[in-house]
């Protein structure tokens, strides 16, 4: 089991851009896959992005396609979430996660972060 601890959650304005931070609490199996989510006040847990601890492939939601970039820093065990362009709807929890599935399913990661308040002001 890792424990994952998100920071730099916060409120800022439309079109702005913010960095999320994930560390781990050791080093991740070489199998691992690490996603970030979402969950807005009254709605459920939602994909946003995820990638392969080592190789690096990714994947993303429809929504934030070509605005969020995930990515990870193998040596410090850390995993981020660049957002640019950020819109009202993008206001949530935003959550890391683990896996060692190649997948975009909340309930098939195993280990998750506390959560890391993003709030848009349009």
């Known amino acids: 089991q890792v424990q994952l601890v998100e920071s730099g959650g916060r409120s800022v304005q439309a079109g702005d851009s913010l960095r999320l931070s994930c560390a781990a609490s050791?080093?991740?199996?070489?199998?691992?896959?690490f996603g970030w989510f979402r969950q807005a006040l009254g709605k459920e847990r939602e994909f946003v992005a995820l990638?392969?601890?080592?190789?690096?492939?990714?994947l993303y939601a429809d929504s934030v396609k070509g605005r969020f970039t995930i990515s990870r820093d193998n040596p410090s065990n850390t995993l981020y979430l660049q957002m640019n362009s950020l819109k009202a709807e993008d206001t949530a929890i935003y959550y890391c996660?683990?896996?060692?599935?190649?997948?975009?399913?909340?309930?098939?990661?195993?280990?998750w972060g506390q959560g890391t308040q993003v709030t848009v002001a349009s």
């Open positions: 990638i392969r601890w080592h190789g690096g492939s990714s």
């Open positions: 996660a683990r896996t060692s599935r190649y997948t975009s399913n909340p309930r098939e990661y195993e280990d």
């Open positions: 050791s080093r991740p199996f070489s199998s691992s896959v």
